[in-house]
């Protein structure tokens, strides 16, 4: 809130500062203020836990998620490391309340793996359900054997189909971005942005603006993409956000950075 006073009195050019004749008060609240921050620069186990999906077995042994310090929106910035056998995802410690409205943003990033193998996609929402049975490895890592990938109430995938995508032979050779929420009927309102091949490798900042009347807004590069018609699902509020997908190499990688909530 600023407070500006005006004054014109008898002094030199008419200005004085005794004589004040009319004030106003320029109010700008904004109505969302940002309560979640992650940049990749620190401790990645400060604000995630970090989950490596396990559920078709064979997984336990995998690289986690982790940063990195080559690539970023500027680096480091964040790599799934999911690959052909399961994906994996970090979980927000802090949950989100959606119910007066929420804003999230996130850039993604894909290498184009369009001409050559699969499994190079980077997600980002809010989680459905949490990490099921499963265990700490060593490391801290939880070994989740219950998923194959993160399910989200709602969610922004950024996917690029090569020749090894063989459950999706119609999108081979381009990259397509699914805009998703579950909605309050049960079901999942999808929009899909095909063929998005321009924007590979390029960062592209990505918002999901769930508003308070829950119809769901999704931006990429600040311009609207889709509305939803149906209202997103409320028996998913207070949950974590969830960024994750697949990385595989040597395809991929698919990476994220910046998240504001
Ligand atoms: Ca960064
Ligand atoms: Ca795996």
């Keep these: 809130m600023n407070i500006h006073a005006f004054y014109r009195g008898t002094g030199l050019g008419g200005w004085n500062q005794t004589d004040i004749k009319s004030?106003?008060?320029d109010v700008r609240i904004s109505n969302y203020n940002i309560v979640f921050s992650e940049d990749f620069g620190g401790n990645l186990t400060e604000k995630w836990d970090i989950v490596i999906f396990n559920s078709a077995g064979g997984s336990d042994n995998d690289d986690p998620p982790t940063t990195r310090d080559d690539y970023g929106?500027?680096?480091?910035?964040?790599?799934?490391?999911?690959?052909?056998?399961?994906?994996?995802?970090?979980?927000?410690?802090?949950?989100?309340?959606?119910s007066n409205g929420l804003i999230i943003e996130c850039d993604m990033w894909v290498k184009?793996?369009?001409?050559?193998?699969?499994?190079?996609?980077?997600?980002?929402?809010?989680?459905?359900?949490?990490?099921?049975?499963?265990?700490?490895?060593?490391?801290?890592?939880?070994?989740?054997?219950?998923?194959?990938?993160q399910k989200c109430v709602v969610s922004i995938d950024y996917v690029v189909y090569g020749p090894a995508c063989w459950m999706d032979p119609d999108k081979q050779g381009h990259a397509g971005i699914w805009y998703r929420i579950y909605n309050e009927s049960g079901g999942v309102e999808s929009y899909f942005e095909f063929p998005a091949d321009e924007g590979i490798e390029k960062w592209h900042t990505f918002r999901i603006y769930?508003?308070?009347?829950r119809y769901v807004e999704f931006y990429k590069d600040g311009k609207l993409v889709y509305t939803t018609h149906s209202r997103i699902s409320m028996e998913y509020n207070n949950m974590p956000l969830v960024l994750g997908g697949r990385s595989c190499e040597p395809y991929g990688p698919a990476l994220h950075d910046n998240v504001k909530v």
Excluded: M
Aim: charged residues 25%; proline residues 8%.
């Design 73 to 98: 929106n500027p680096p480091p910035c964040f790599d799934n490391k999911g690959d052909s056998w399961c994906g994996n995802a970090i979980f927000s410690k802090q949950t989100f309340d959606y």
């Design 210 to 213: 769930i508003r308070p009347d």
């Design 23 to 25: 004030i106003y008060i």
């Design 112 to 149: 184009d793996a369009r001409y050559e193998g699969c499994w190079v996609s980077p997600s980002f929402g809010i989680a459905r359900e949490l990490p099921g049975d499963g265990y700490y490895r060593d490391d801290g890592v939880y070994i989740d054997n219950d998923h194959c990938d």
